[in-house]
Nanobody, 127 residues
Framework: QVQLVESGGGLVAARDSRRLSCVAS????????MAWFRQAPGKEREFVAA????????GYADSMKGRFAISRDNTKNTVYLQMSSLKPDDTAVYYC????????????????????WGQGTQVTVSS
């Protein structure tokens, strides 16, 4: 059974940085693409970033490019999201997700491409 557990959220001041982590278990981590999504209050879940199974390919939502960086450590079954220059608009619950398919740049933003999700970690950015 796939299990994803996020951590690293909390209250952050605007312009600060924060790194989120997601530890996976129950499957061979290195065989699956991973992604981060987020959901702000009253809004739909939106794609943040994705990474291929070996970490060689990454993709980002346009609004996150240059501020967020996704990475993974397959020896630790962990995917990371390094967030910098945070803004109040980045306040959301951040979810990691796992896909059984290879990373596809055309479809990586679609939540239906991912079959396993974590419970989320809250990030609140104060102005």
């Amino acid at each position: 059974q796939v299990q994803l557990v996020e951590s690293g959220g909390g209250l952050v001041a605007a312009r600060d940085s924060r790194r989120l982590s997601c530890v996976a278990s129950g499957y061979t981590f290195s065989t699956r693409a991973m992604a981060w999504f987020r959901q702000a209050p009253g809004k739909e879940r939106e794609f943040v970033a994705a990474i291929s199974s070996n970490g060689g390919v990454t993709g980002y939502a346009d609004s996150m490019k240059g501020r967020f960086a996704i990475s993974r450590d397959n020896t630790k079954n962990t995917v990371y999201l390094q967030m910098s220059s945070l803004k109040p608009d980045d306040t959301a619950v951040y979810y990691c997700a796992s896909s059984p398919a290879p990373l596809n740049m055309a479809t990586m933003t679609i939540s239906g491409e991912y079959d396993s999700w974590g419970q989320g970690t809250q990030v609140t950015v104060s102005s």
